[in-house]
């Protein structure tokens, strides 16, 4: 059974940094192209960054400049680093595979707030 947890998720001011992590199971992140995701309350989830097997990465124009996505292959997790937040990145993230294919997890909550 696939299990995606996602912690580092907390309260930061503007312009602040977080880093999230995605600790996978049941499946080999080496193999498997990842990305984060994001929603809000009222809004579909979005797709935010995603990194090849090959460790090619894209991103959403809303964060590209602001947040690196990378993978630890032998730790099996993928990780979100998060600078210059702002408001409008308040969310809860998620990580998943790209395309989603597993049970989404319980997500991990980012408020950016002065």
């Known amino acids: 059974q696939v299990q995606l947890v996602e912690s580092g998720g907390g309260l930061v001011q503007p312009g602040g940094s977080l880093r999230l992590s995605c600790a996978a199971s049941?499946?080999?992140?080496?193999?498997?192209?990842m990305g984060w995701y994001r929603q809000t309350p009222g809004k579909e989830r979005e797709l935010v960054a995603t990194?090849?097997?090959?460790?090619?990465?894209n991103y959403a124009d809303s964060v590209k400049g602001r947040f690196t996505i990378s993978r630890d292959n032998a730790k099996n997790t993928v990780f979100l680093q998060m600078n210059s937040l702002k408001p409008e990145d308040t969310a809860v993230y998620y990580c998943?595979?790209?395309?989603?294919?597993?049970?989404w997890g319980q997500g991990t909550q980012v408020t950016v707030s002065s």
């Open positions: 998943n595979s790209d395309p989603p294919s597993y049970d």
């Open positions: 049941g499946i080999f992140i080496a193999d498997t192209n």
């Open positions: 990194i090849t097997v090959g460790r090619s990465t």
